[in-house]
């Protein structure tokens, strides 16, 4: 594929909450592999506020490829998964009938054990913890499904690669999320590297 341009959509995970934007996944992956990524993520942002503003942050950046990853918003405000998969089910339409291939990001964990909010709330961080892995399997589920190309950025992070909180990756936990992304990339977009 020649130029490919990918627009990676989401919440704080995307974004990079925390992180100084030369630190974030999407930027590590954009050196990487030298070929234009371009961040959307906003912090906090379900996937009801990222399909509203699926237009003018991924369409308007006429993209080959976006990259979609949320729901961890949505499962700590109780919104059902079956709304969640909806909302990102309505993205991924958006993209075809535009043109753009979707490529579906499977969120990173919550390790709450650790940190000072499950030490504080342990049953509402576990069951927080396992909401986020159970929507995360049906995700799998949906992808599976819809024949949609994707990254399970959940695969080999380890608690020491998180920032206190449990929910948000460190530097090292991005550039970890980042060879997961470069792996899948590379075969997805069959790169030469």
């Not at 509402?124 to 024949?147: C, P, T």
């Not at 948000?168 to 792996?183: C, D, F, R, V």
Request: proline share 5%.
């Amino acid at each position: 594929m020649s130029n490919p341009r990918i627009v990676c959509m989401g919440d704080s995970l995307t974004e990079g909450y925390m992180m100084d934007l030369s630190q974030r996944w999407s930027e590590w992956l954009k050196k990487s592999l030298g070929i234009e990524i371009i961040n959307s993520g906003i912090s906090g942002d379900t996937t009801g506020g990222m399909l509203s503003r699926f237009k003018p942050m991924v369409i308007d950046h006429e993209p080959s490829h976006v990259i979609i990853m949320g729901g961890t918003n949505d499962v700590s405000l109780n919104i059902p998964d079956e709304q969640i998969l909806a909302n990102i089910y309505a993205m991924t339409r958006q993209a075809k009938h535009y043109g753009i291939q979707s490529i579906i990001g499977i969120p990173t964990p919550y390790f709450y054990e650790d940190t000072p909010m499950g030490k504080s709330f342990f049953l509402e961080s576990q069951r927080l913890s396992e909401r986020i892995a159970g929507y995360s399997d049906k995700l799998r589920e949906f992808v599976k499904e819809d024949g949609q190309p994707v990254i399970d950025f959940s695969k080999g992070l380890t608690p020491d690669l998180f920032l206190e909180d449990g929910v948000h990756p460190s530097e090292k936990g991005h550039a970890a999320m980042a060879e997961t992304a470069q792996a899948a990339l590379v075969e997805i977009l069959k790169l030469n590297i």
